[in-house]
């Protein structure tokens, strides 16, 4: 049982409860993730998957590959722009600035307005990747 500090306006820090899920319409109360609509997202996506002859064990694993490099990768758009520059820093970090430099050298980045202009080129050749690779 949870008591307040005296005249503190603060809890012992005991276990909080749950807090009460709302009900929208006379509909249960579902998590945003376990809702009908994401729901049917993933199952046309299992079916697709399952379509191309991944064994059935191997359908989920996959999902989940994808859902993970995207929501990384959006992740990754709204990093700073400079967060690969070693400026004044080289001798402290050499493969992270010899990398930087060959990406940039090799065309990697791409002046879209994008916040992060190493963003959008590594997406793409890693969804290329991982699309290809769903059914191996």
Do not use: H, K
């Amino acid at each position: 049982m949870r008591r307040a500090v005296s005249g503190s306006g603060r809890d012992d820090g005991g276990p909080r409860p749950a807090p009460p899920r709302r009900r929208r319409r006379g509909r249960p109360a579902t998590s945003r993730w376990t809702a009908p609509s994401t729901q049917r997202v993933y199952e046309t996506v299992c079916a697709v998957l399952a379509r191309t002859g991944l064994a059935p064990e191997q359908v989920l694993a996959r999902v989940i590959a994808l859902e993970s490099f995207i929501y990384g990768s959006a992740y990754d758009v709204d990093a700073p722009a400079d967060i690969f520059e070693v400026a004044g820093a080289q001798e402290r970090l050499p493969a992270l600035g010899a990398a930087a430099e060959a990406f940039r050298a090799g065309g990697g980045t791409r002046a879209t307005g994008a916040r992060n202009p190493y963003a959008d080129a590594p997406f793409e050749e890693g969804l290329d990747l991982l699309l290809a690779g769903l059914g191996d």
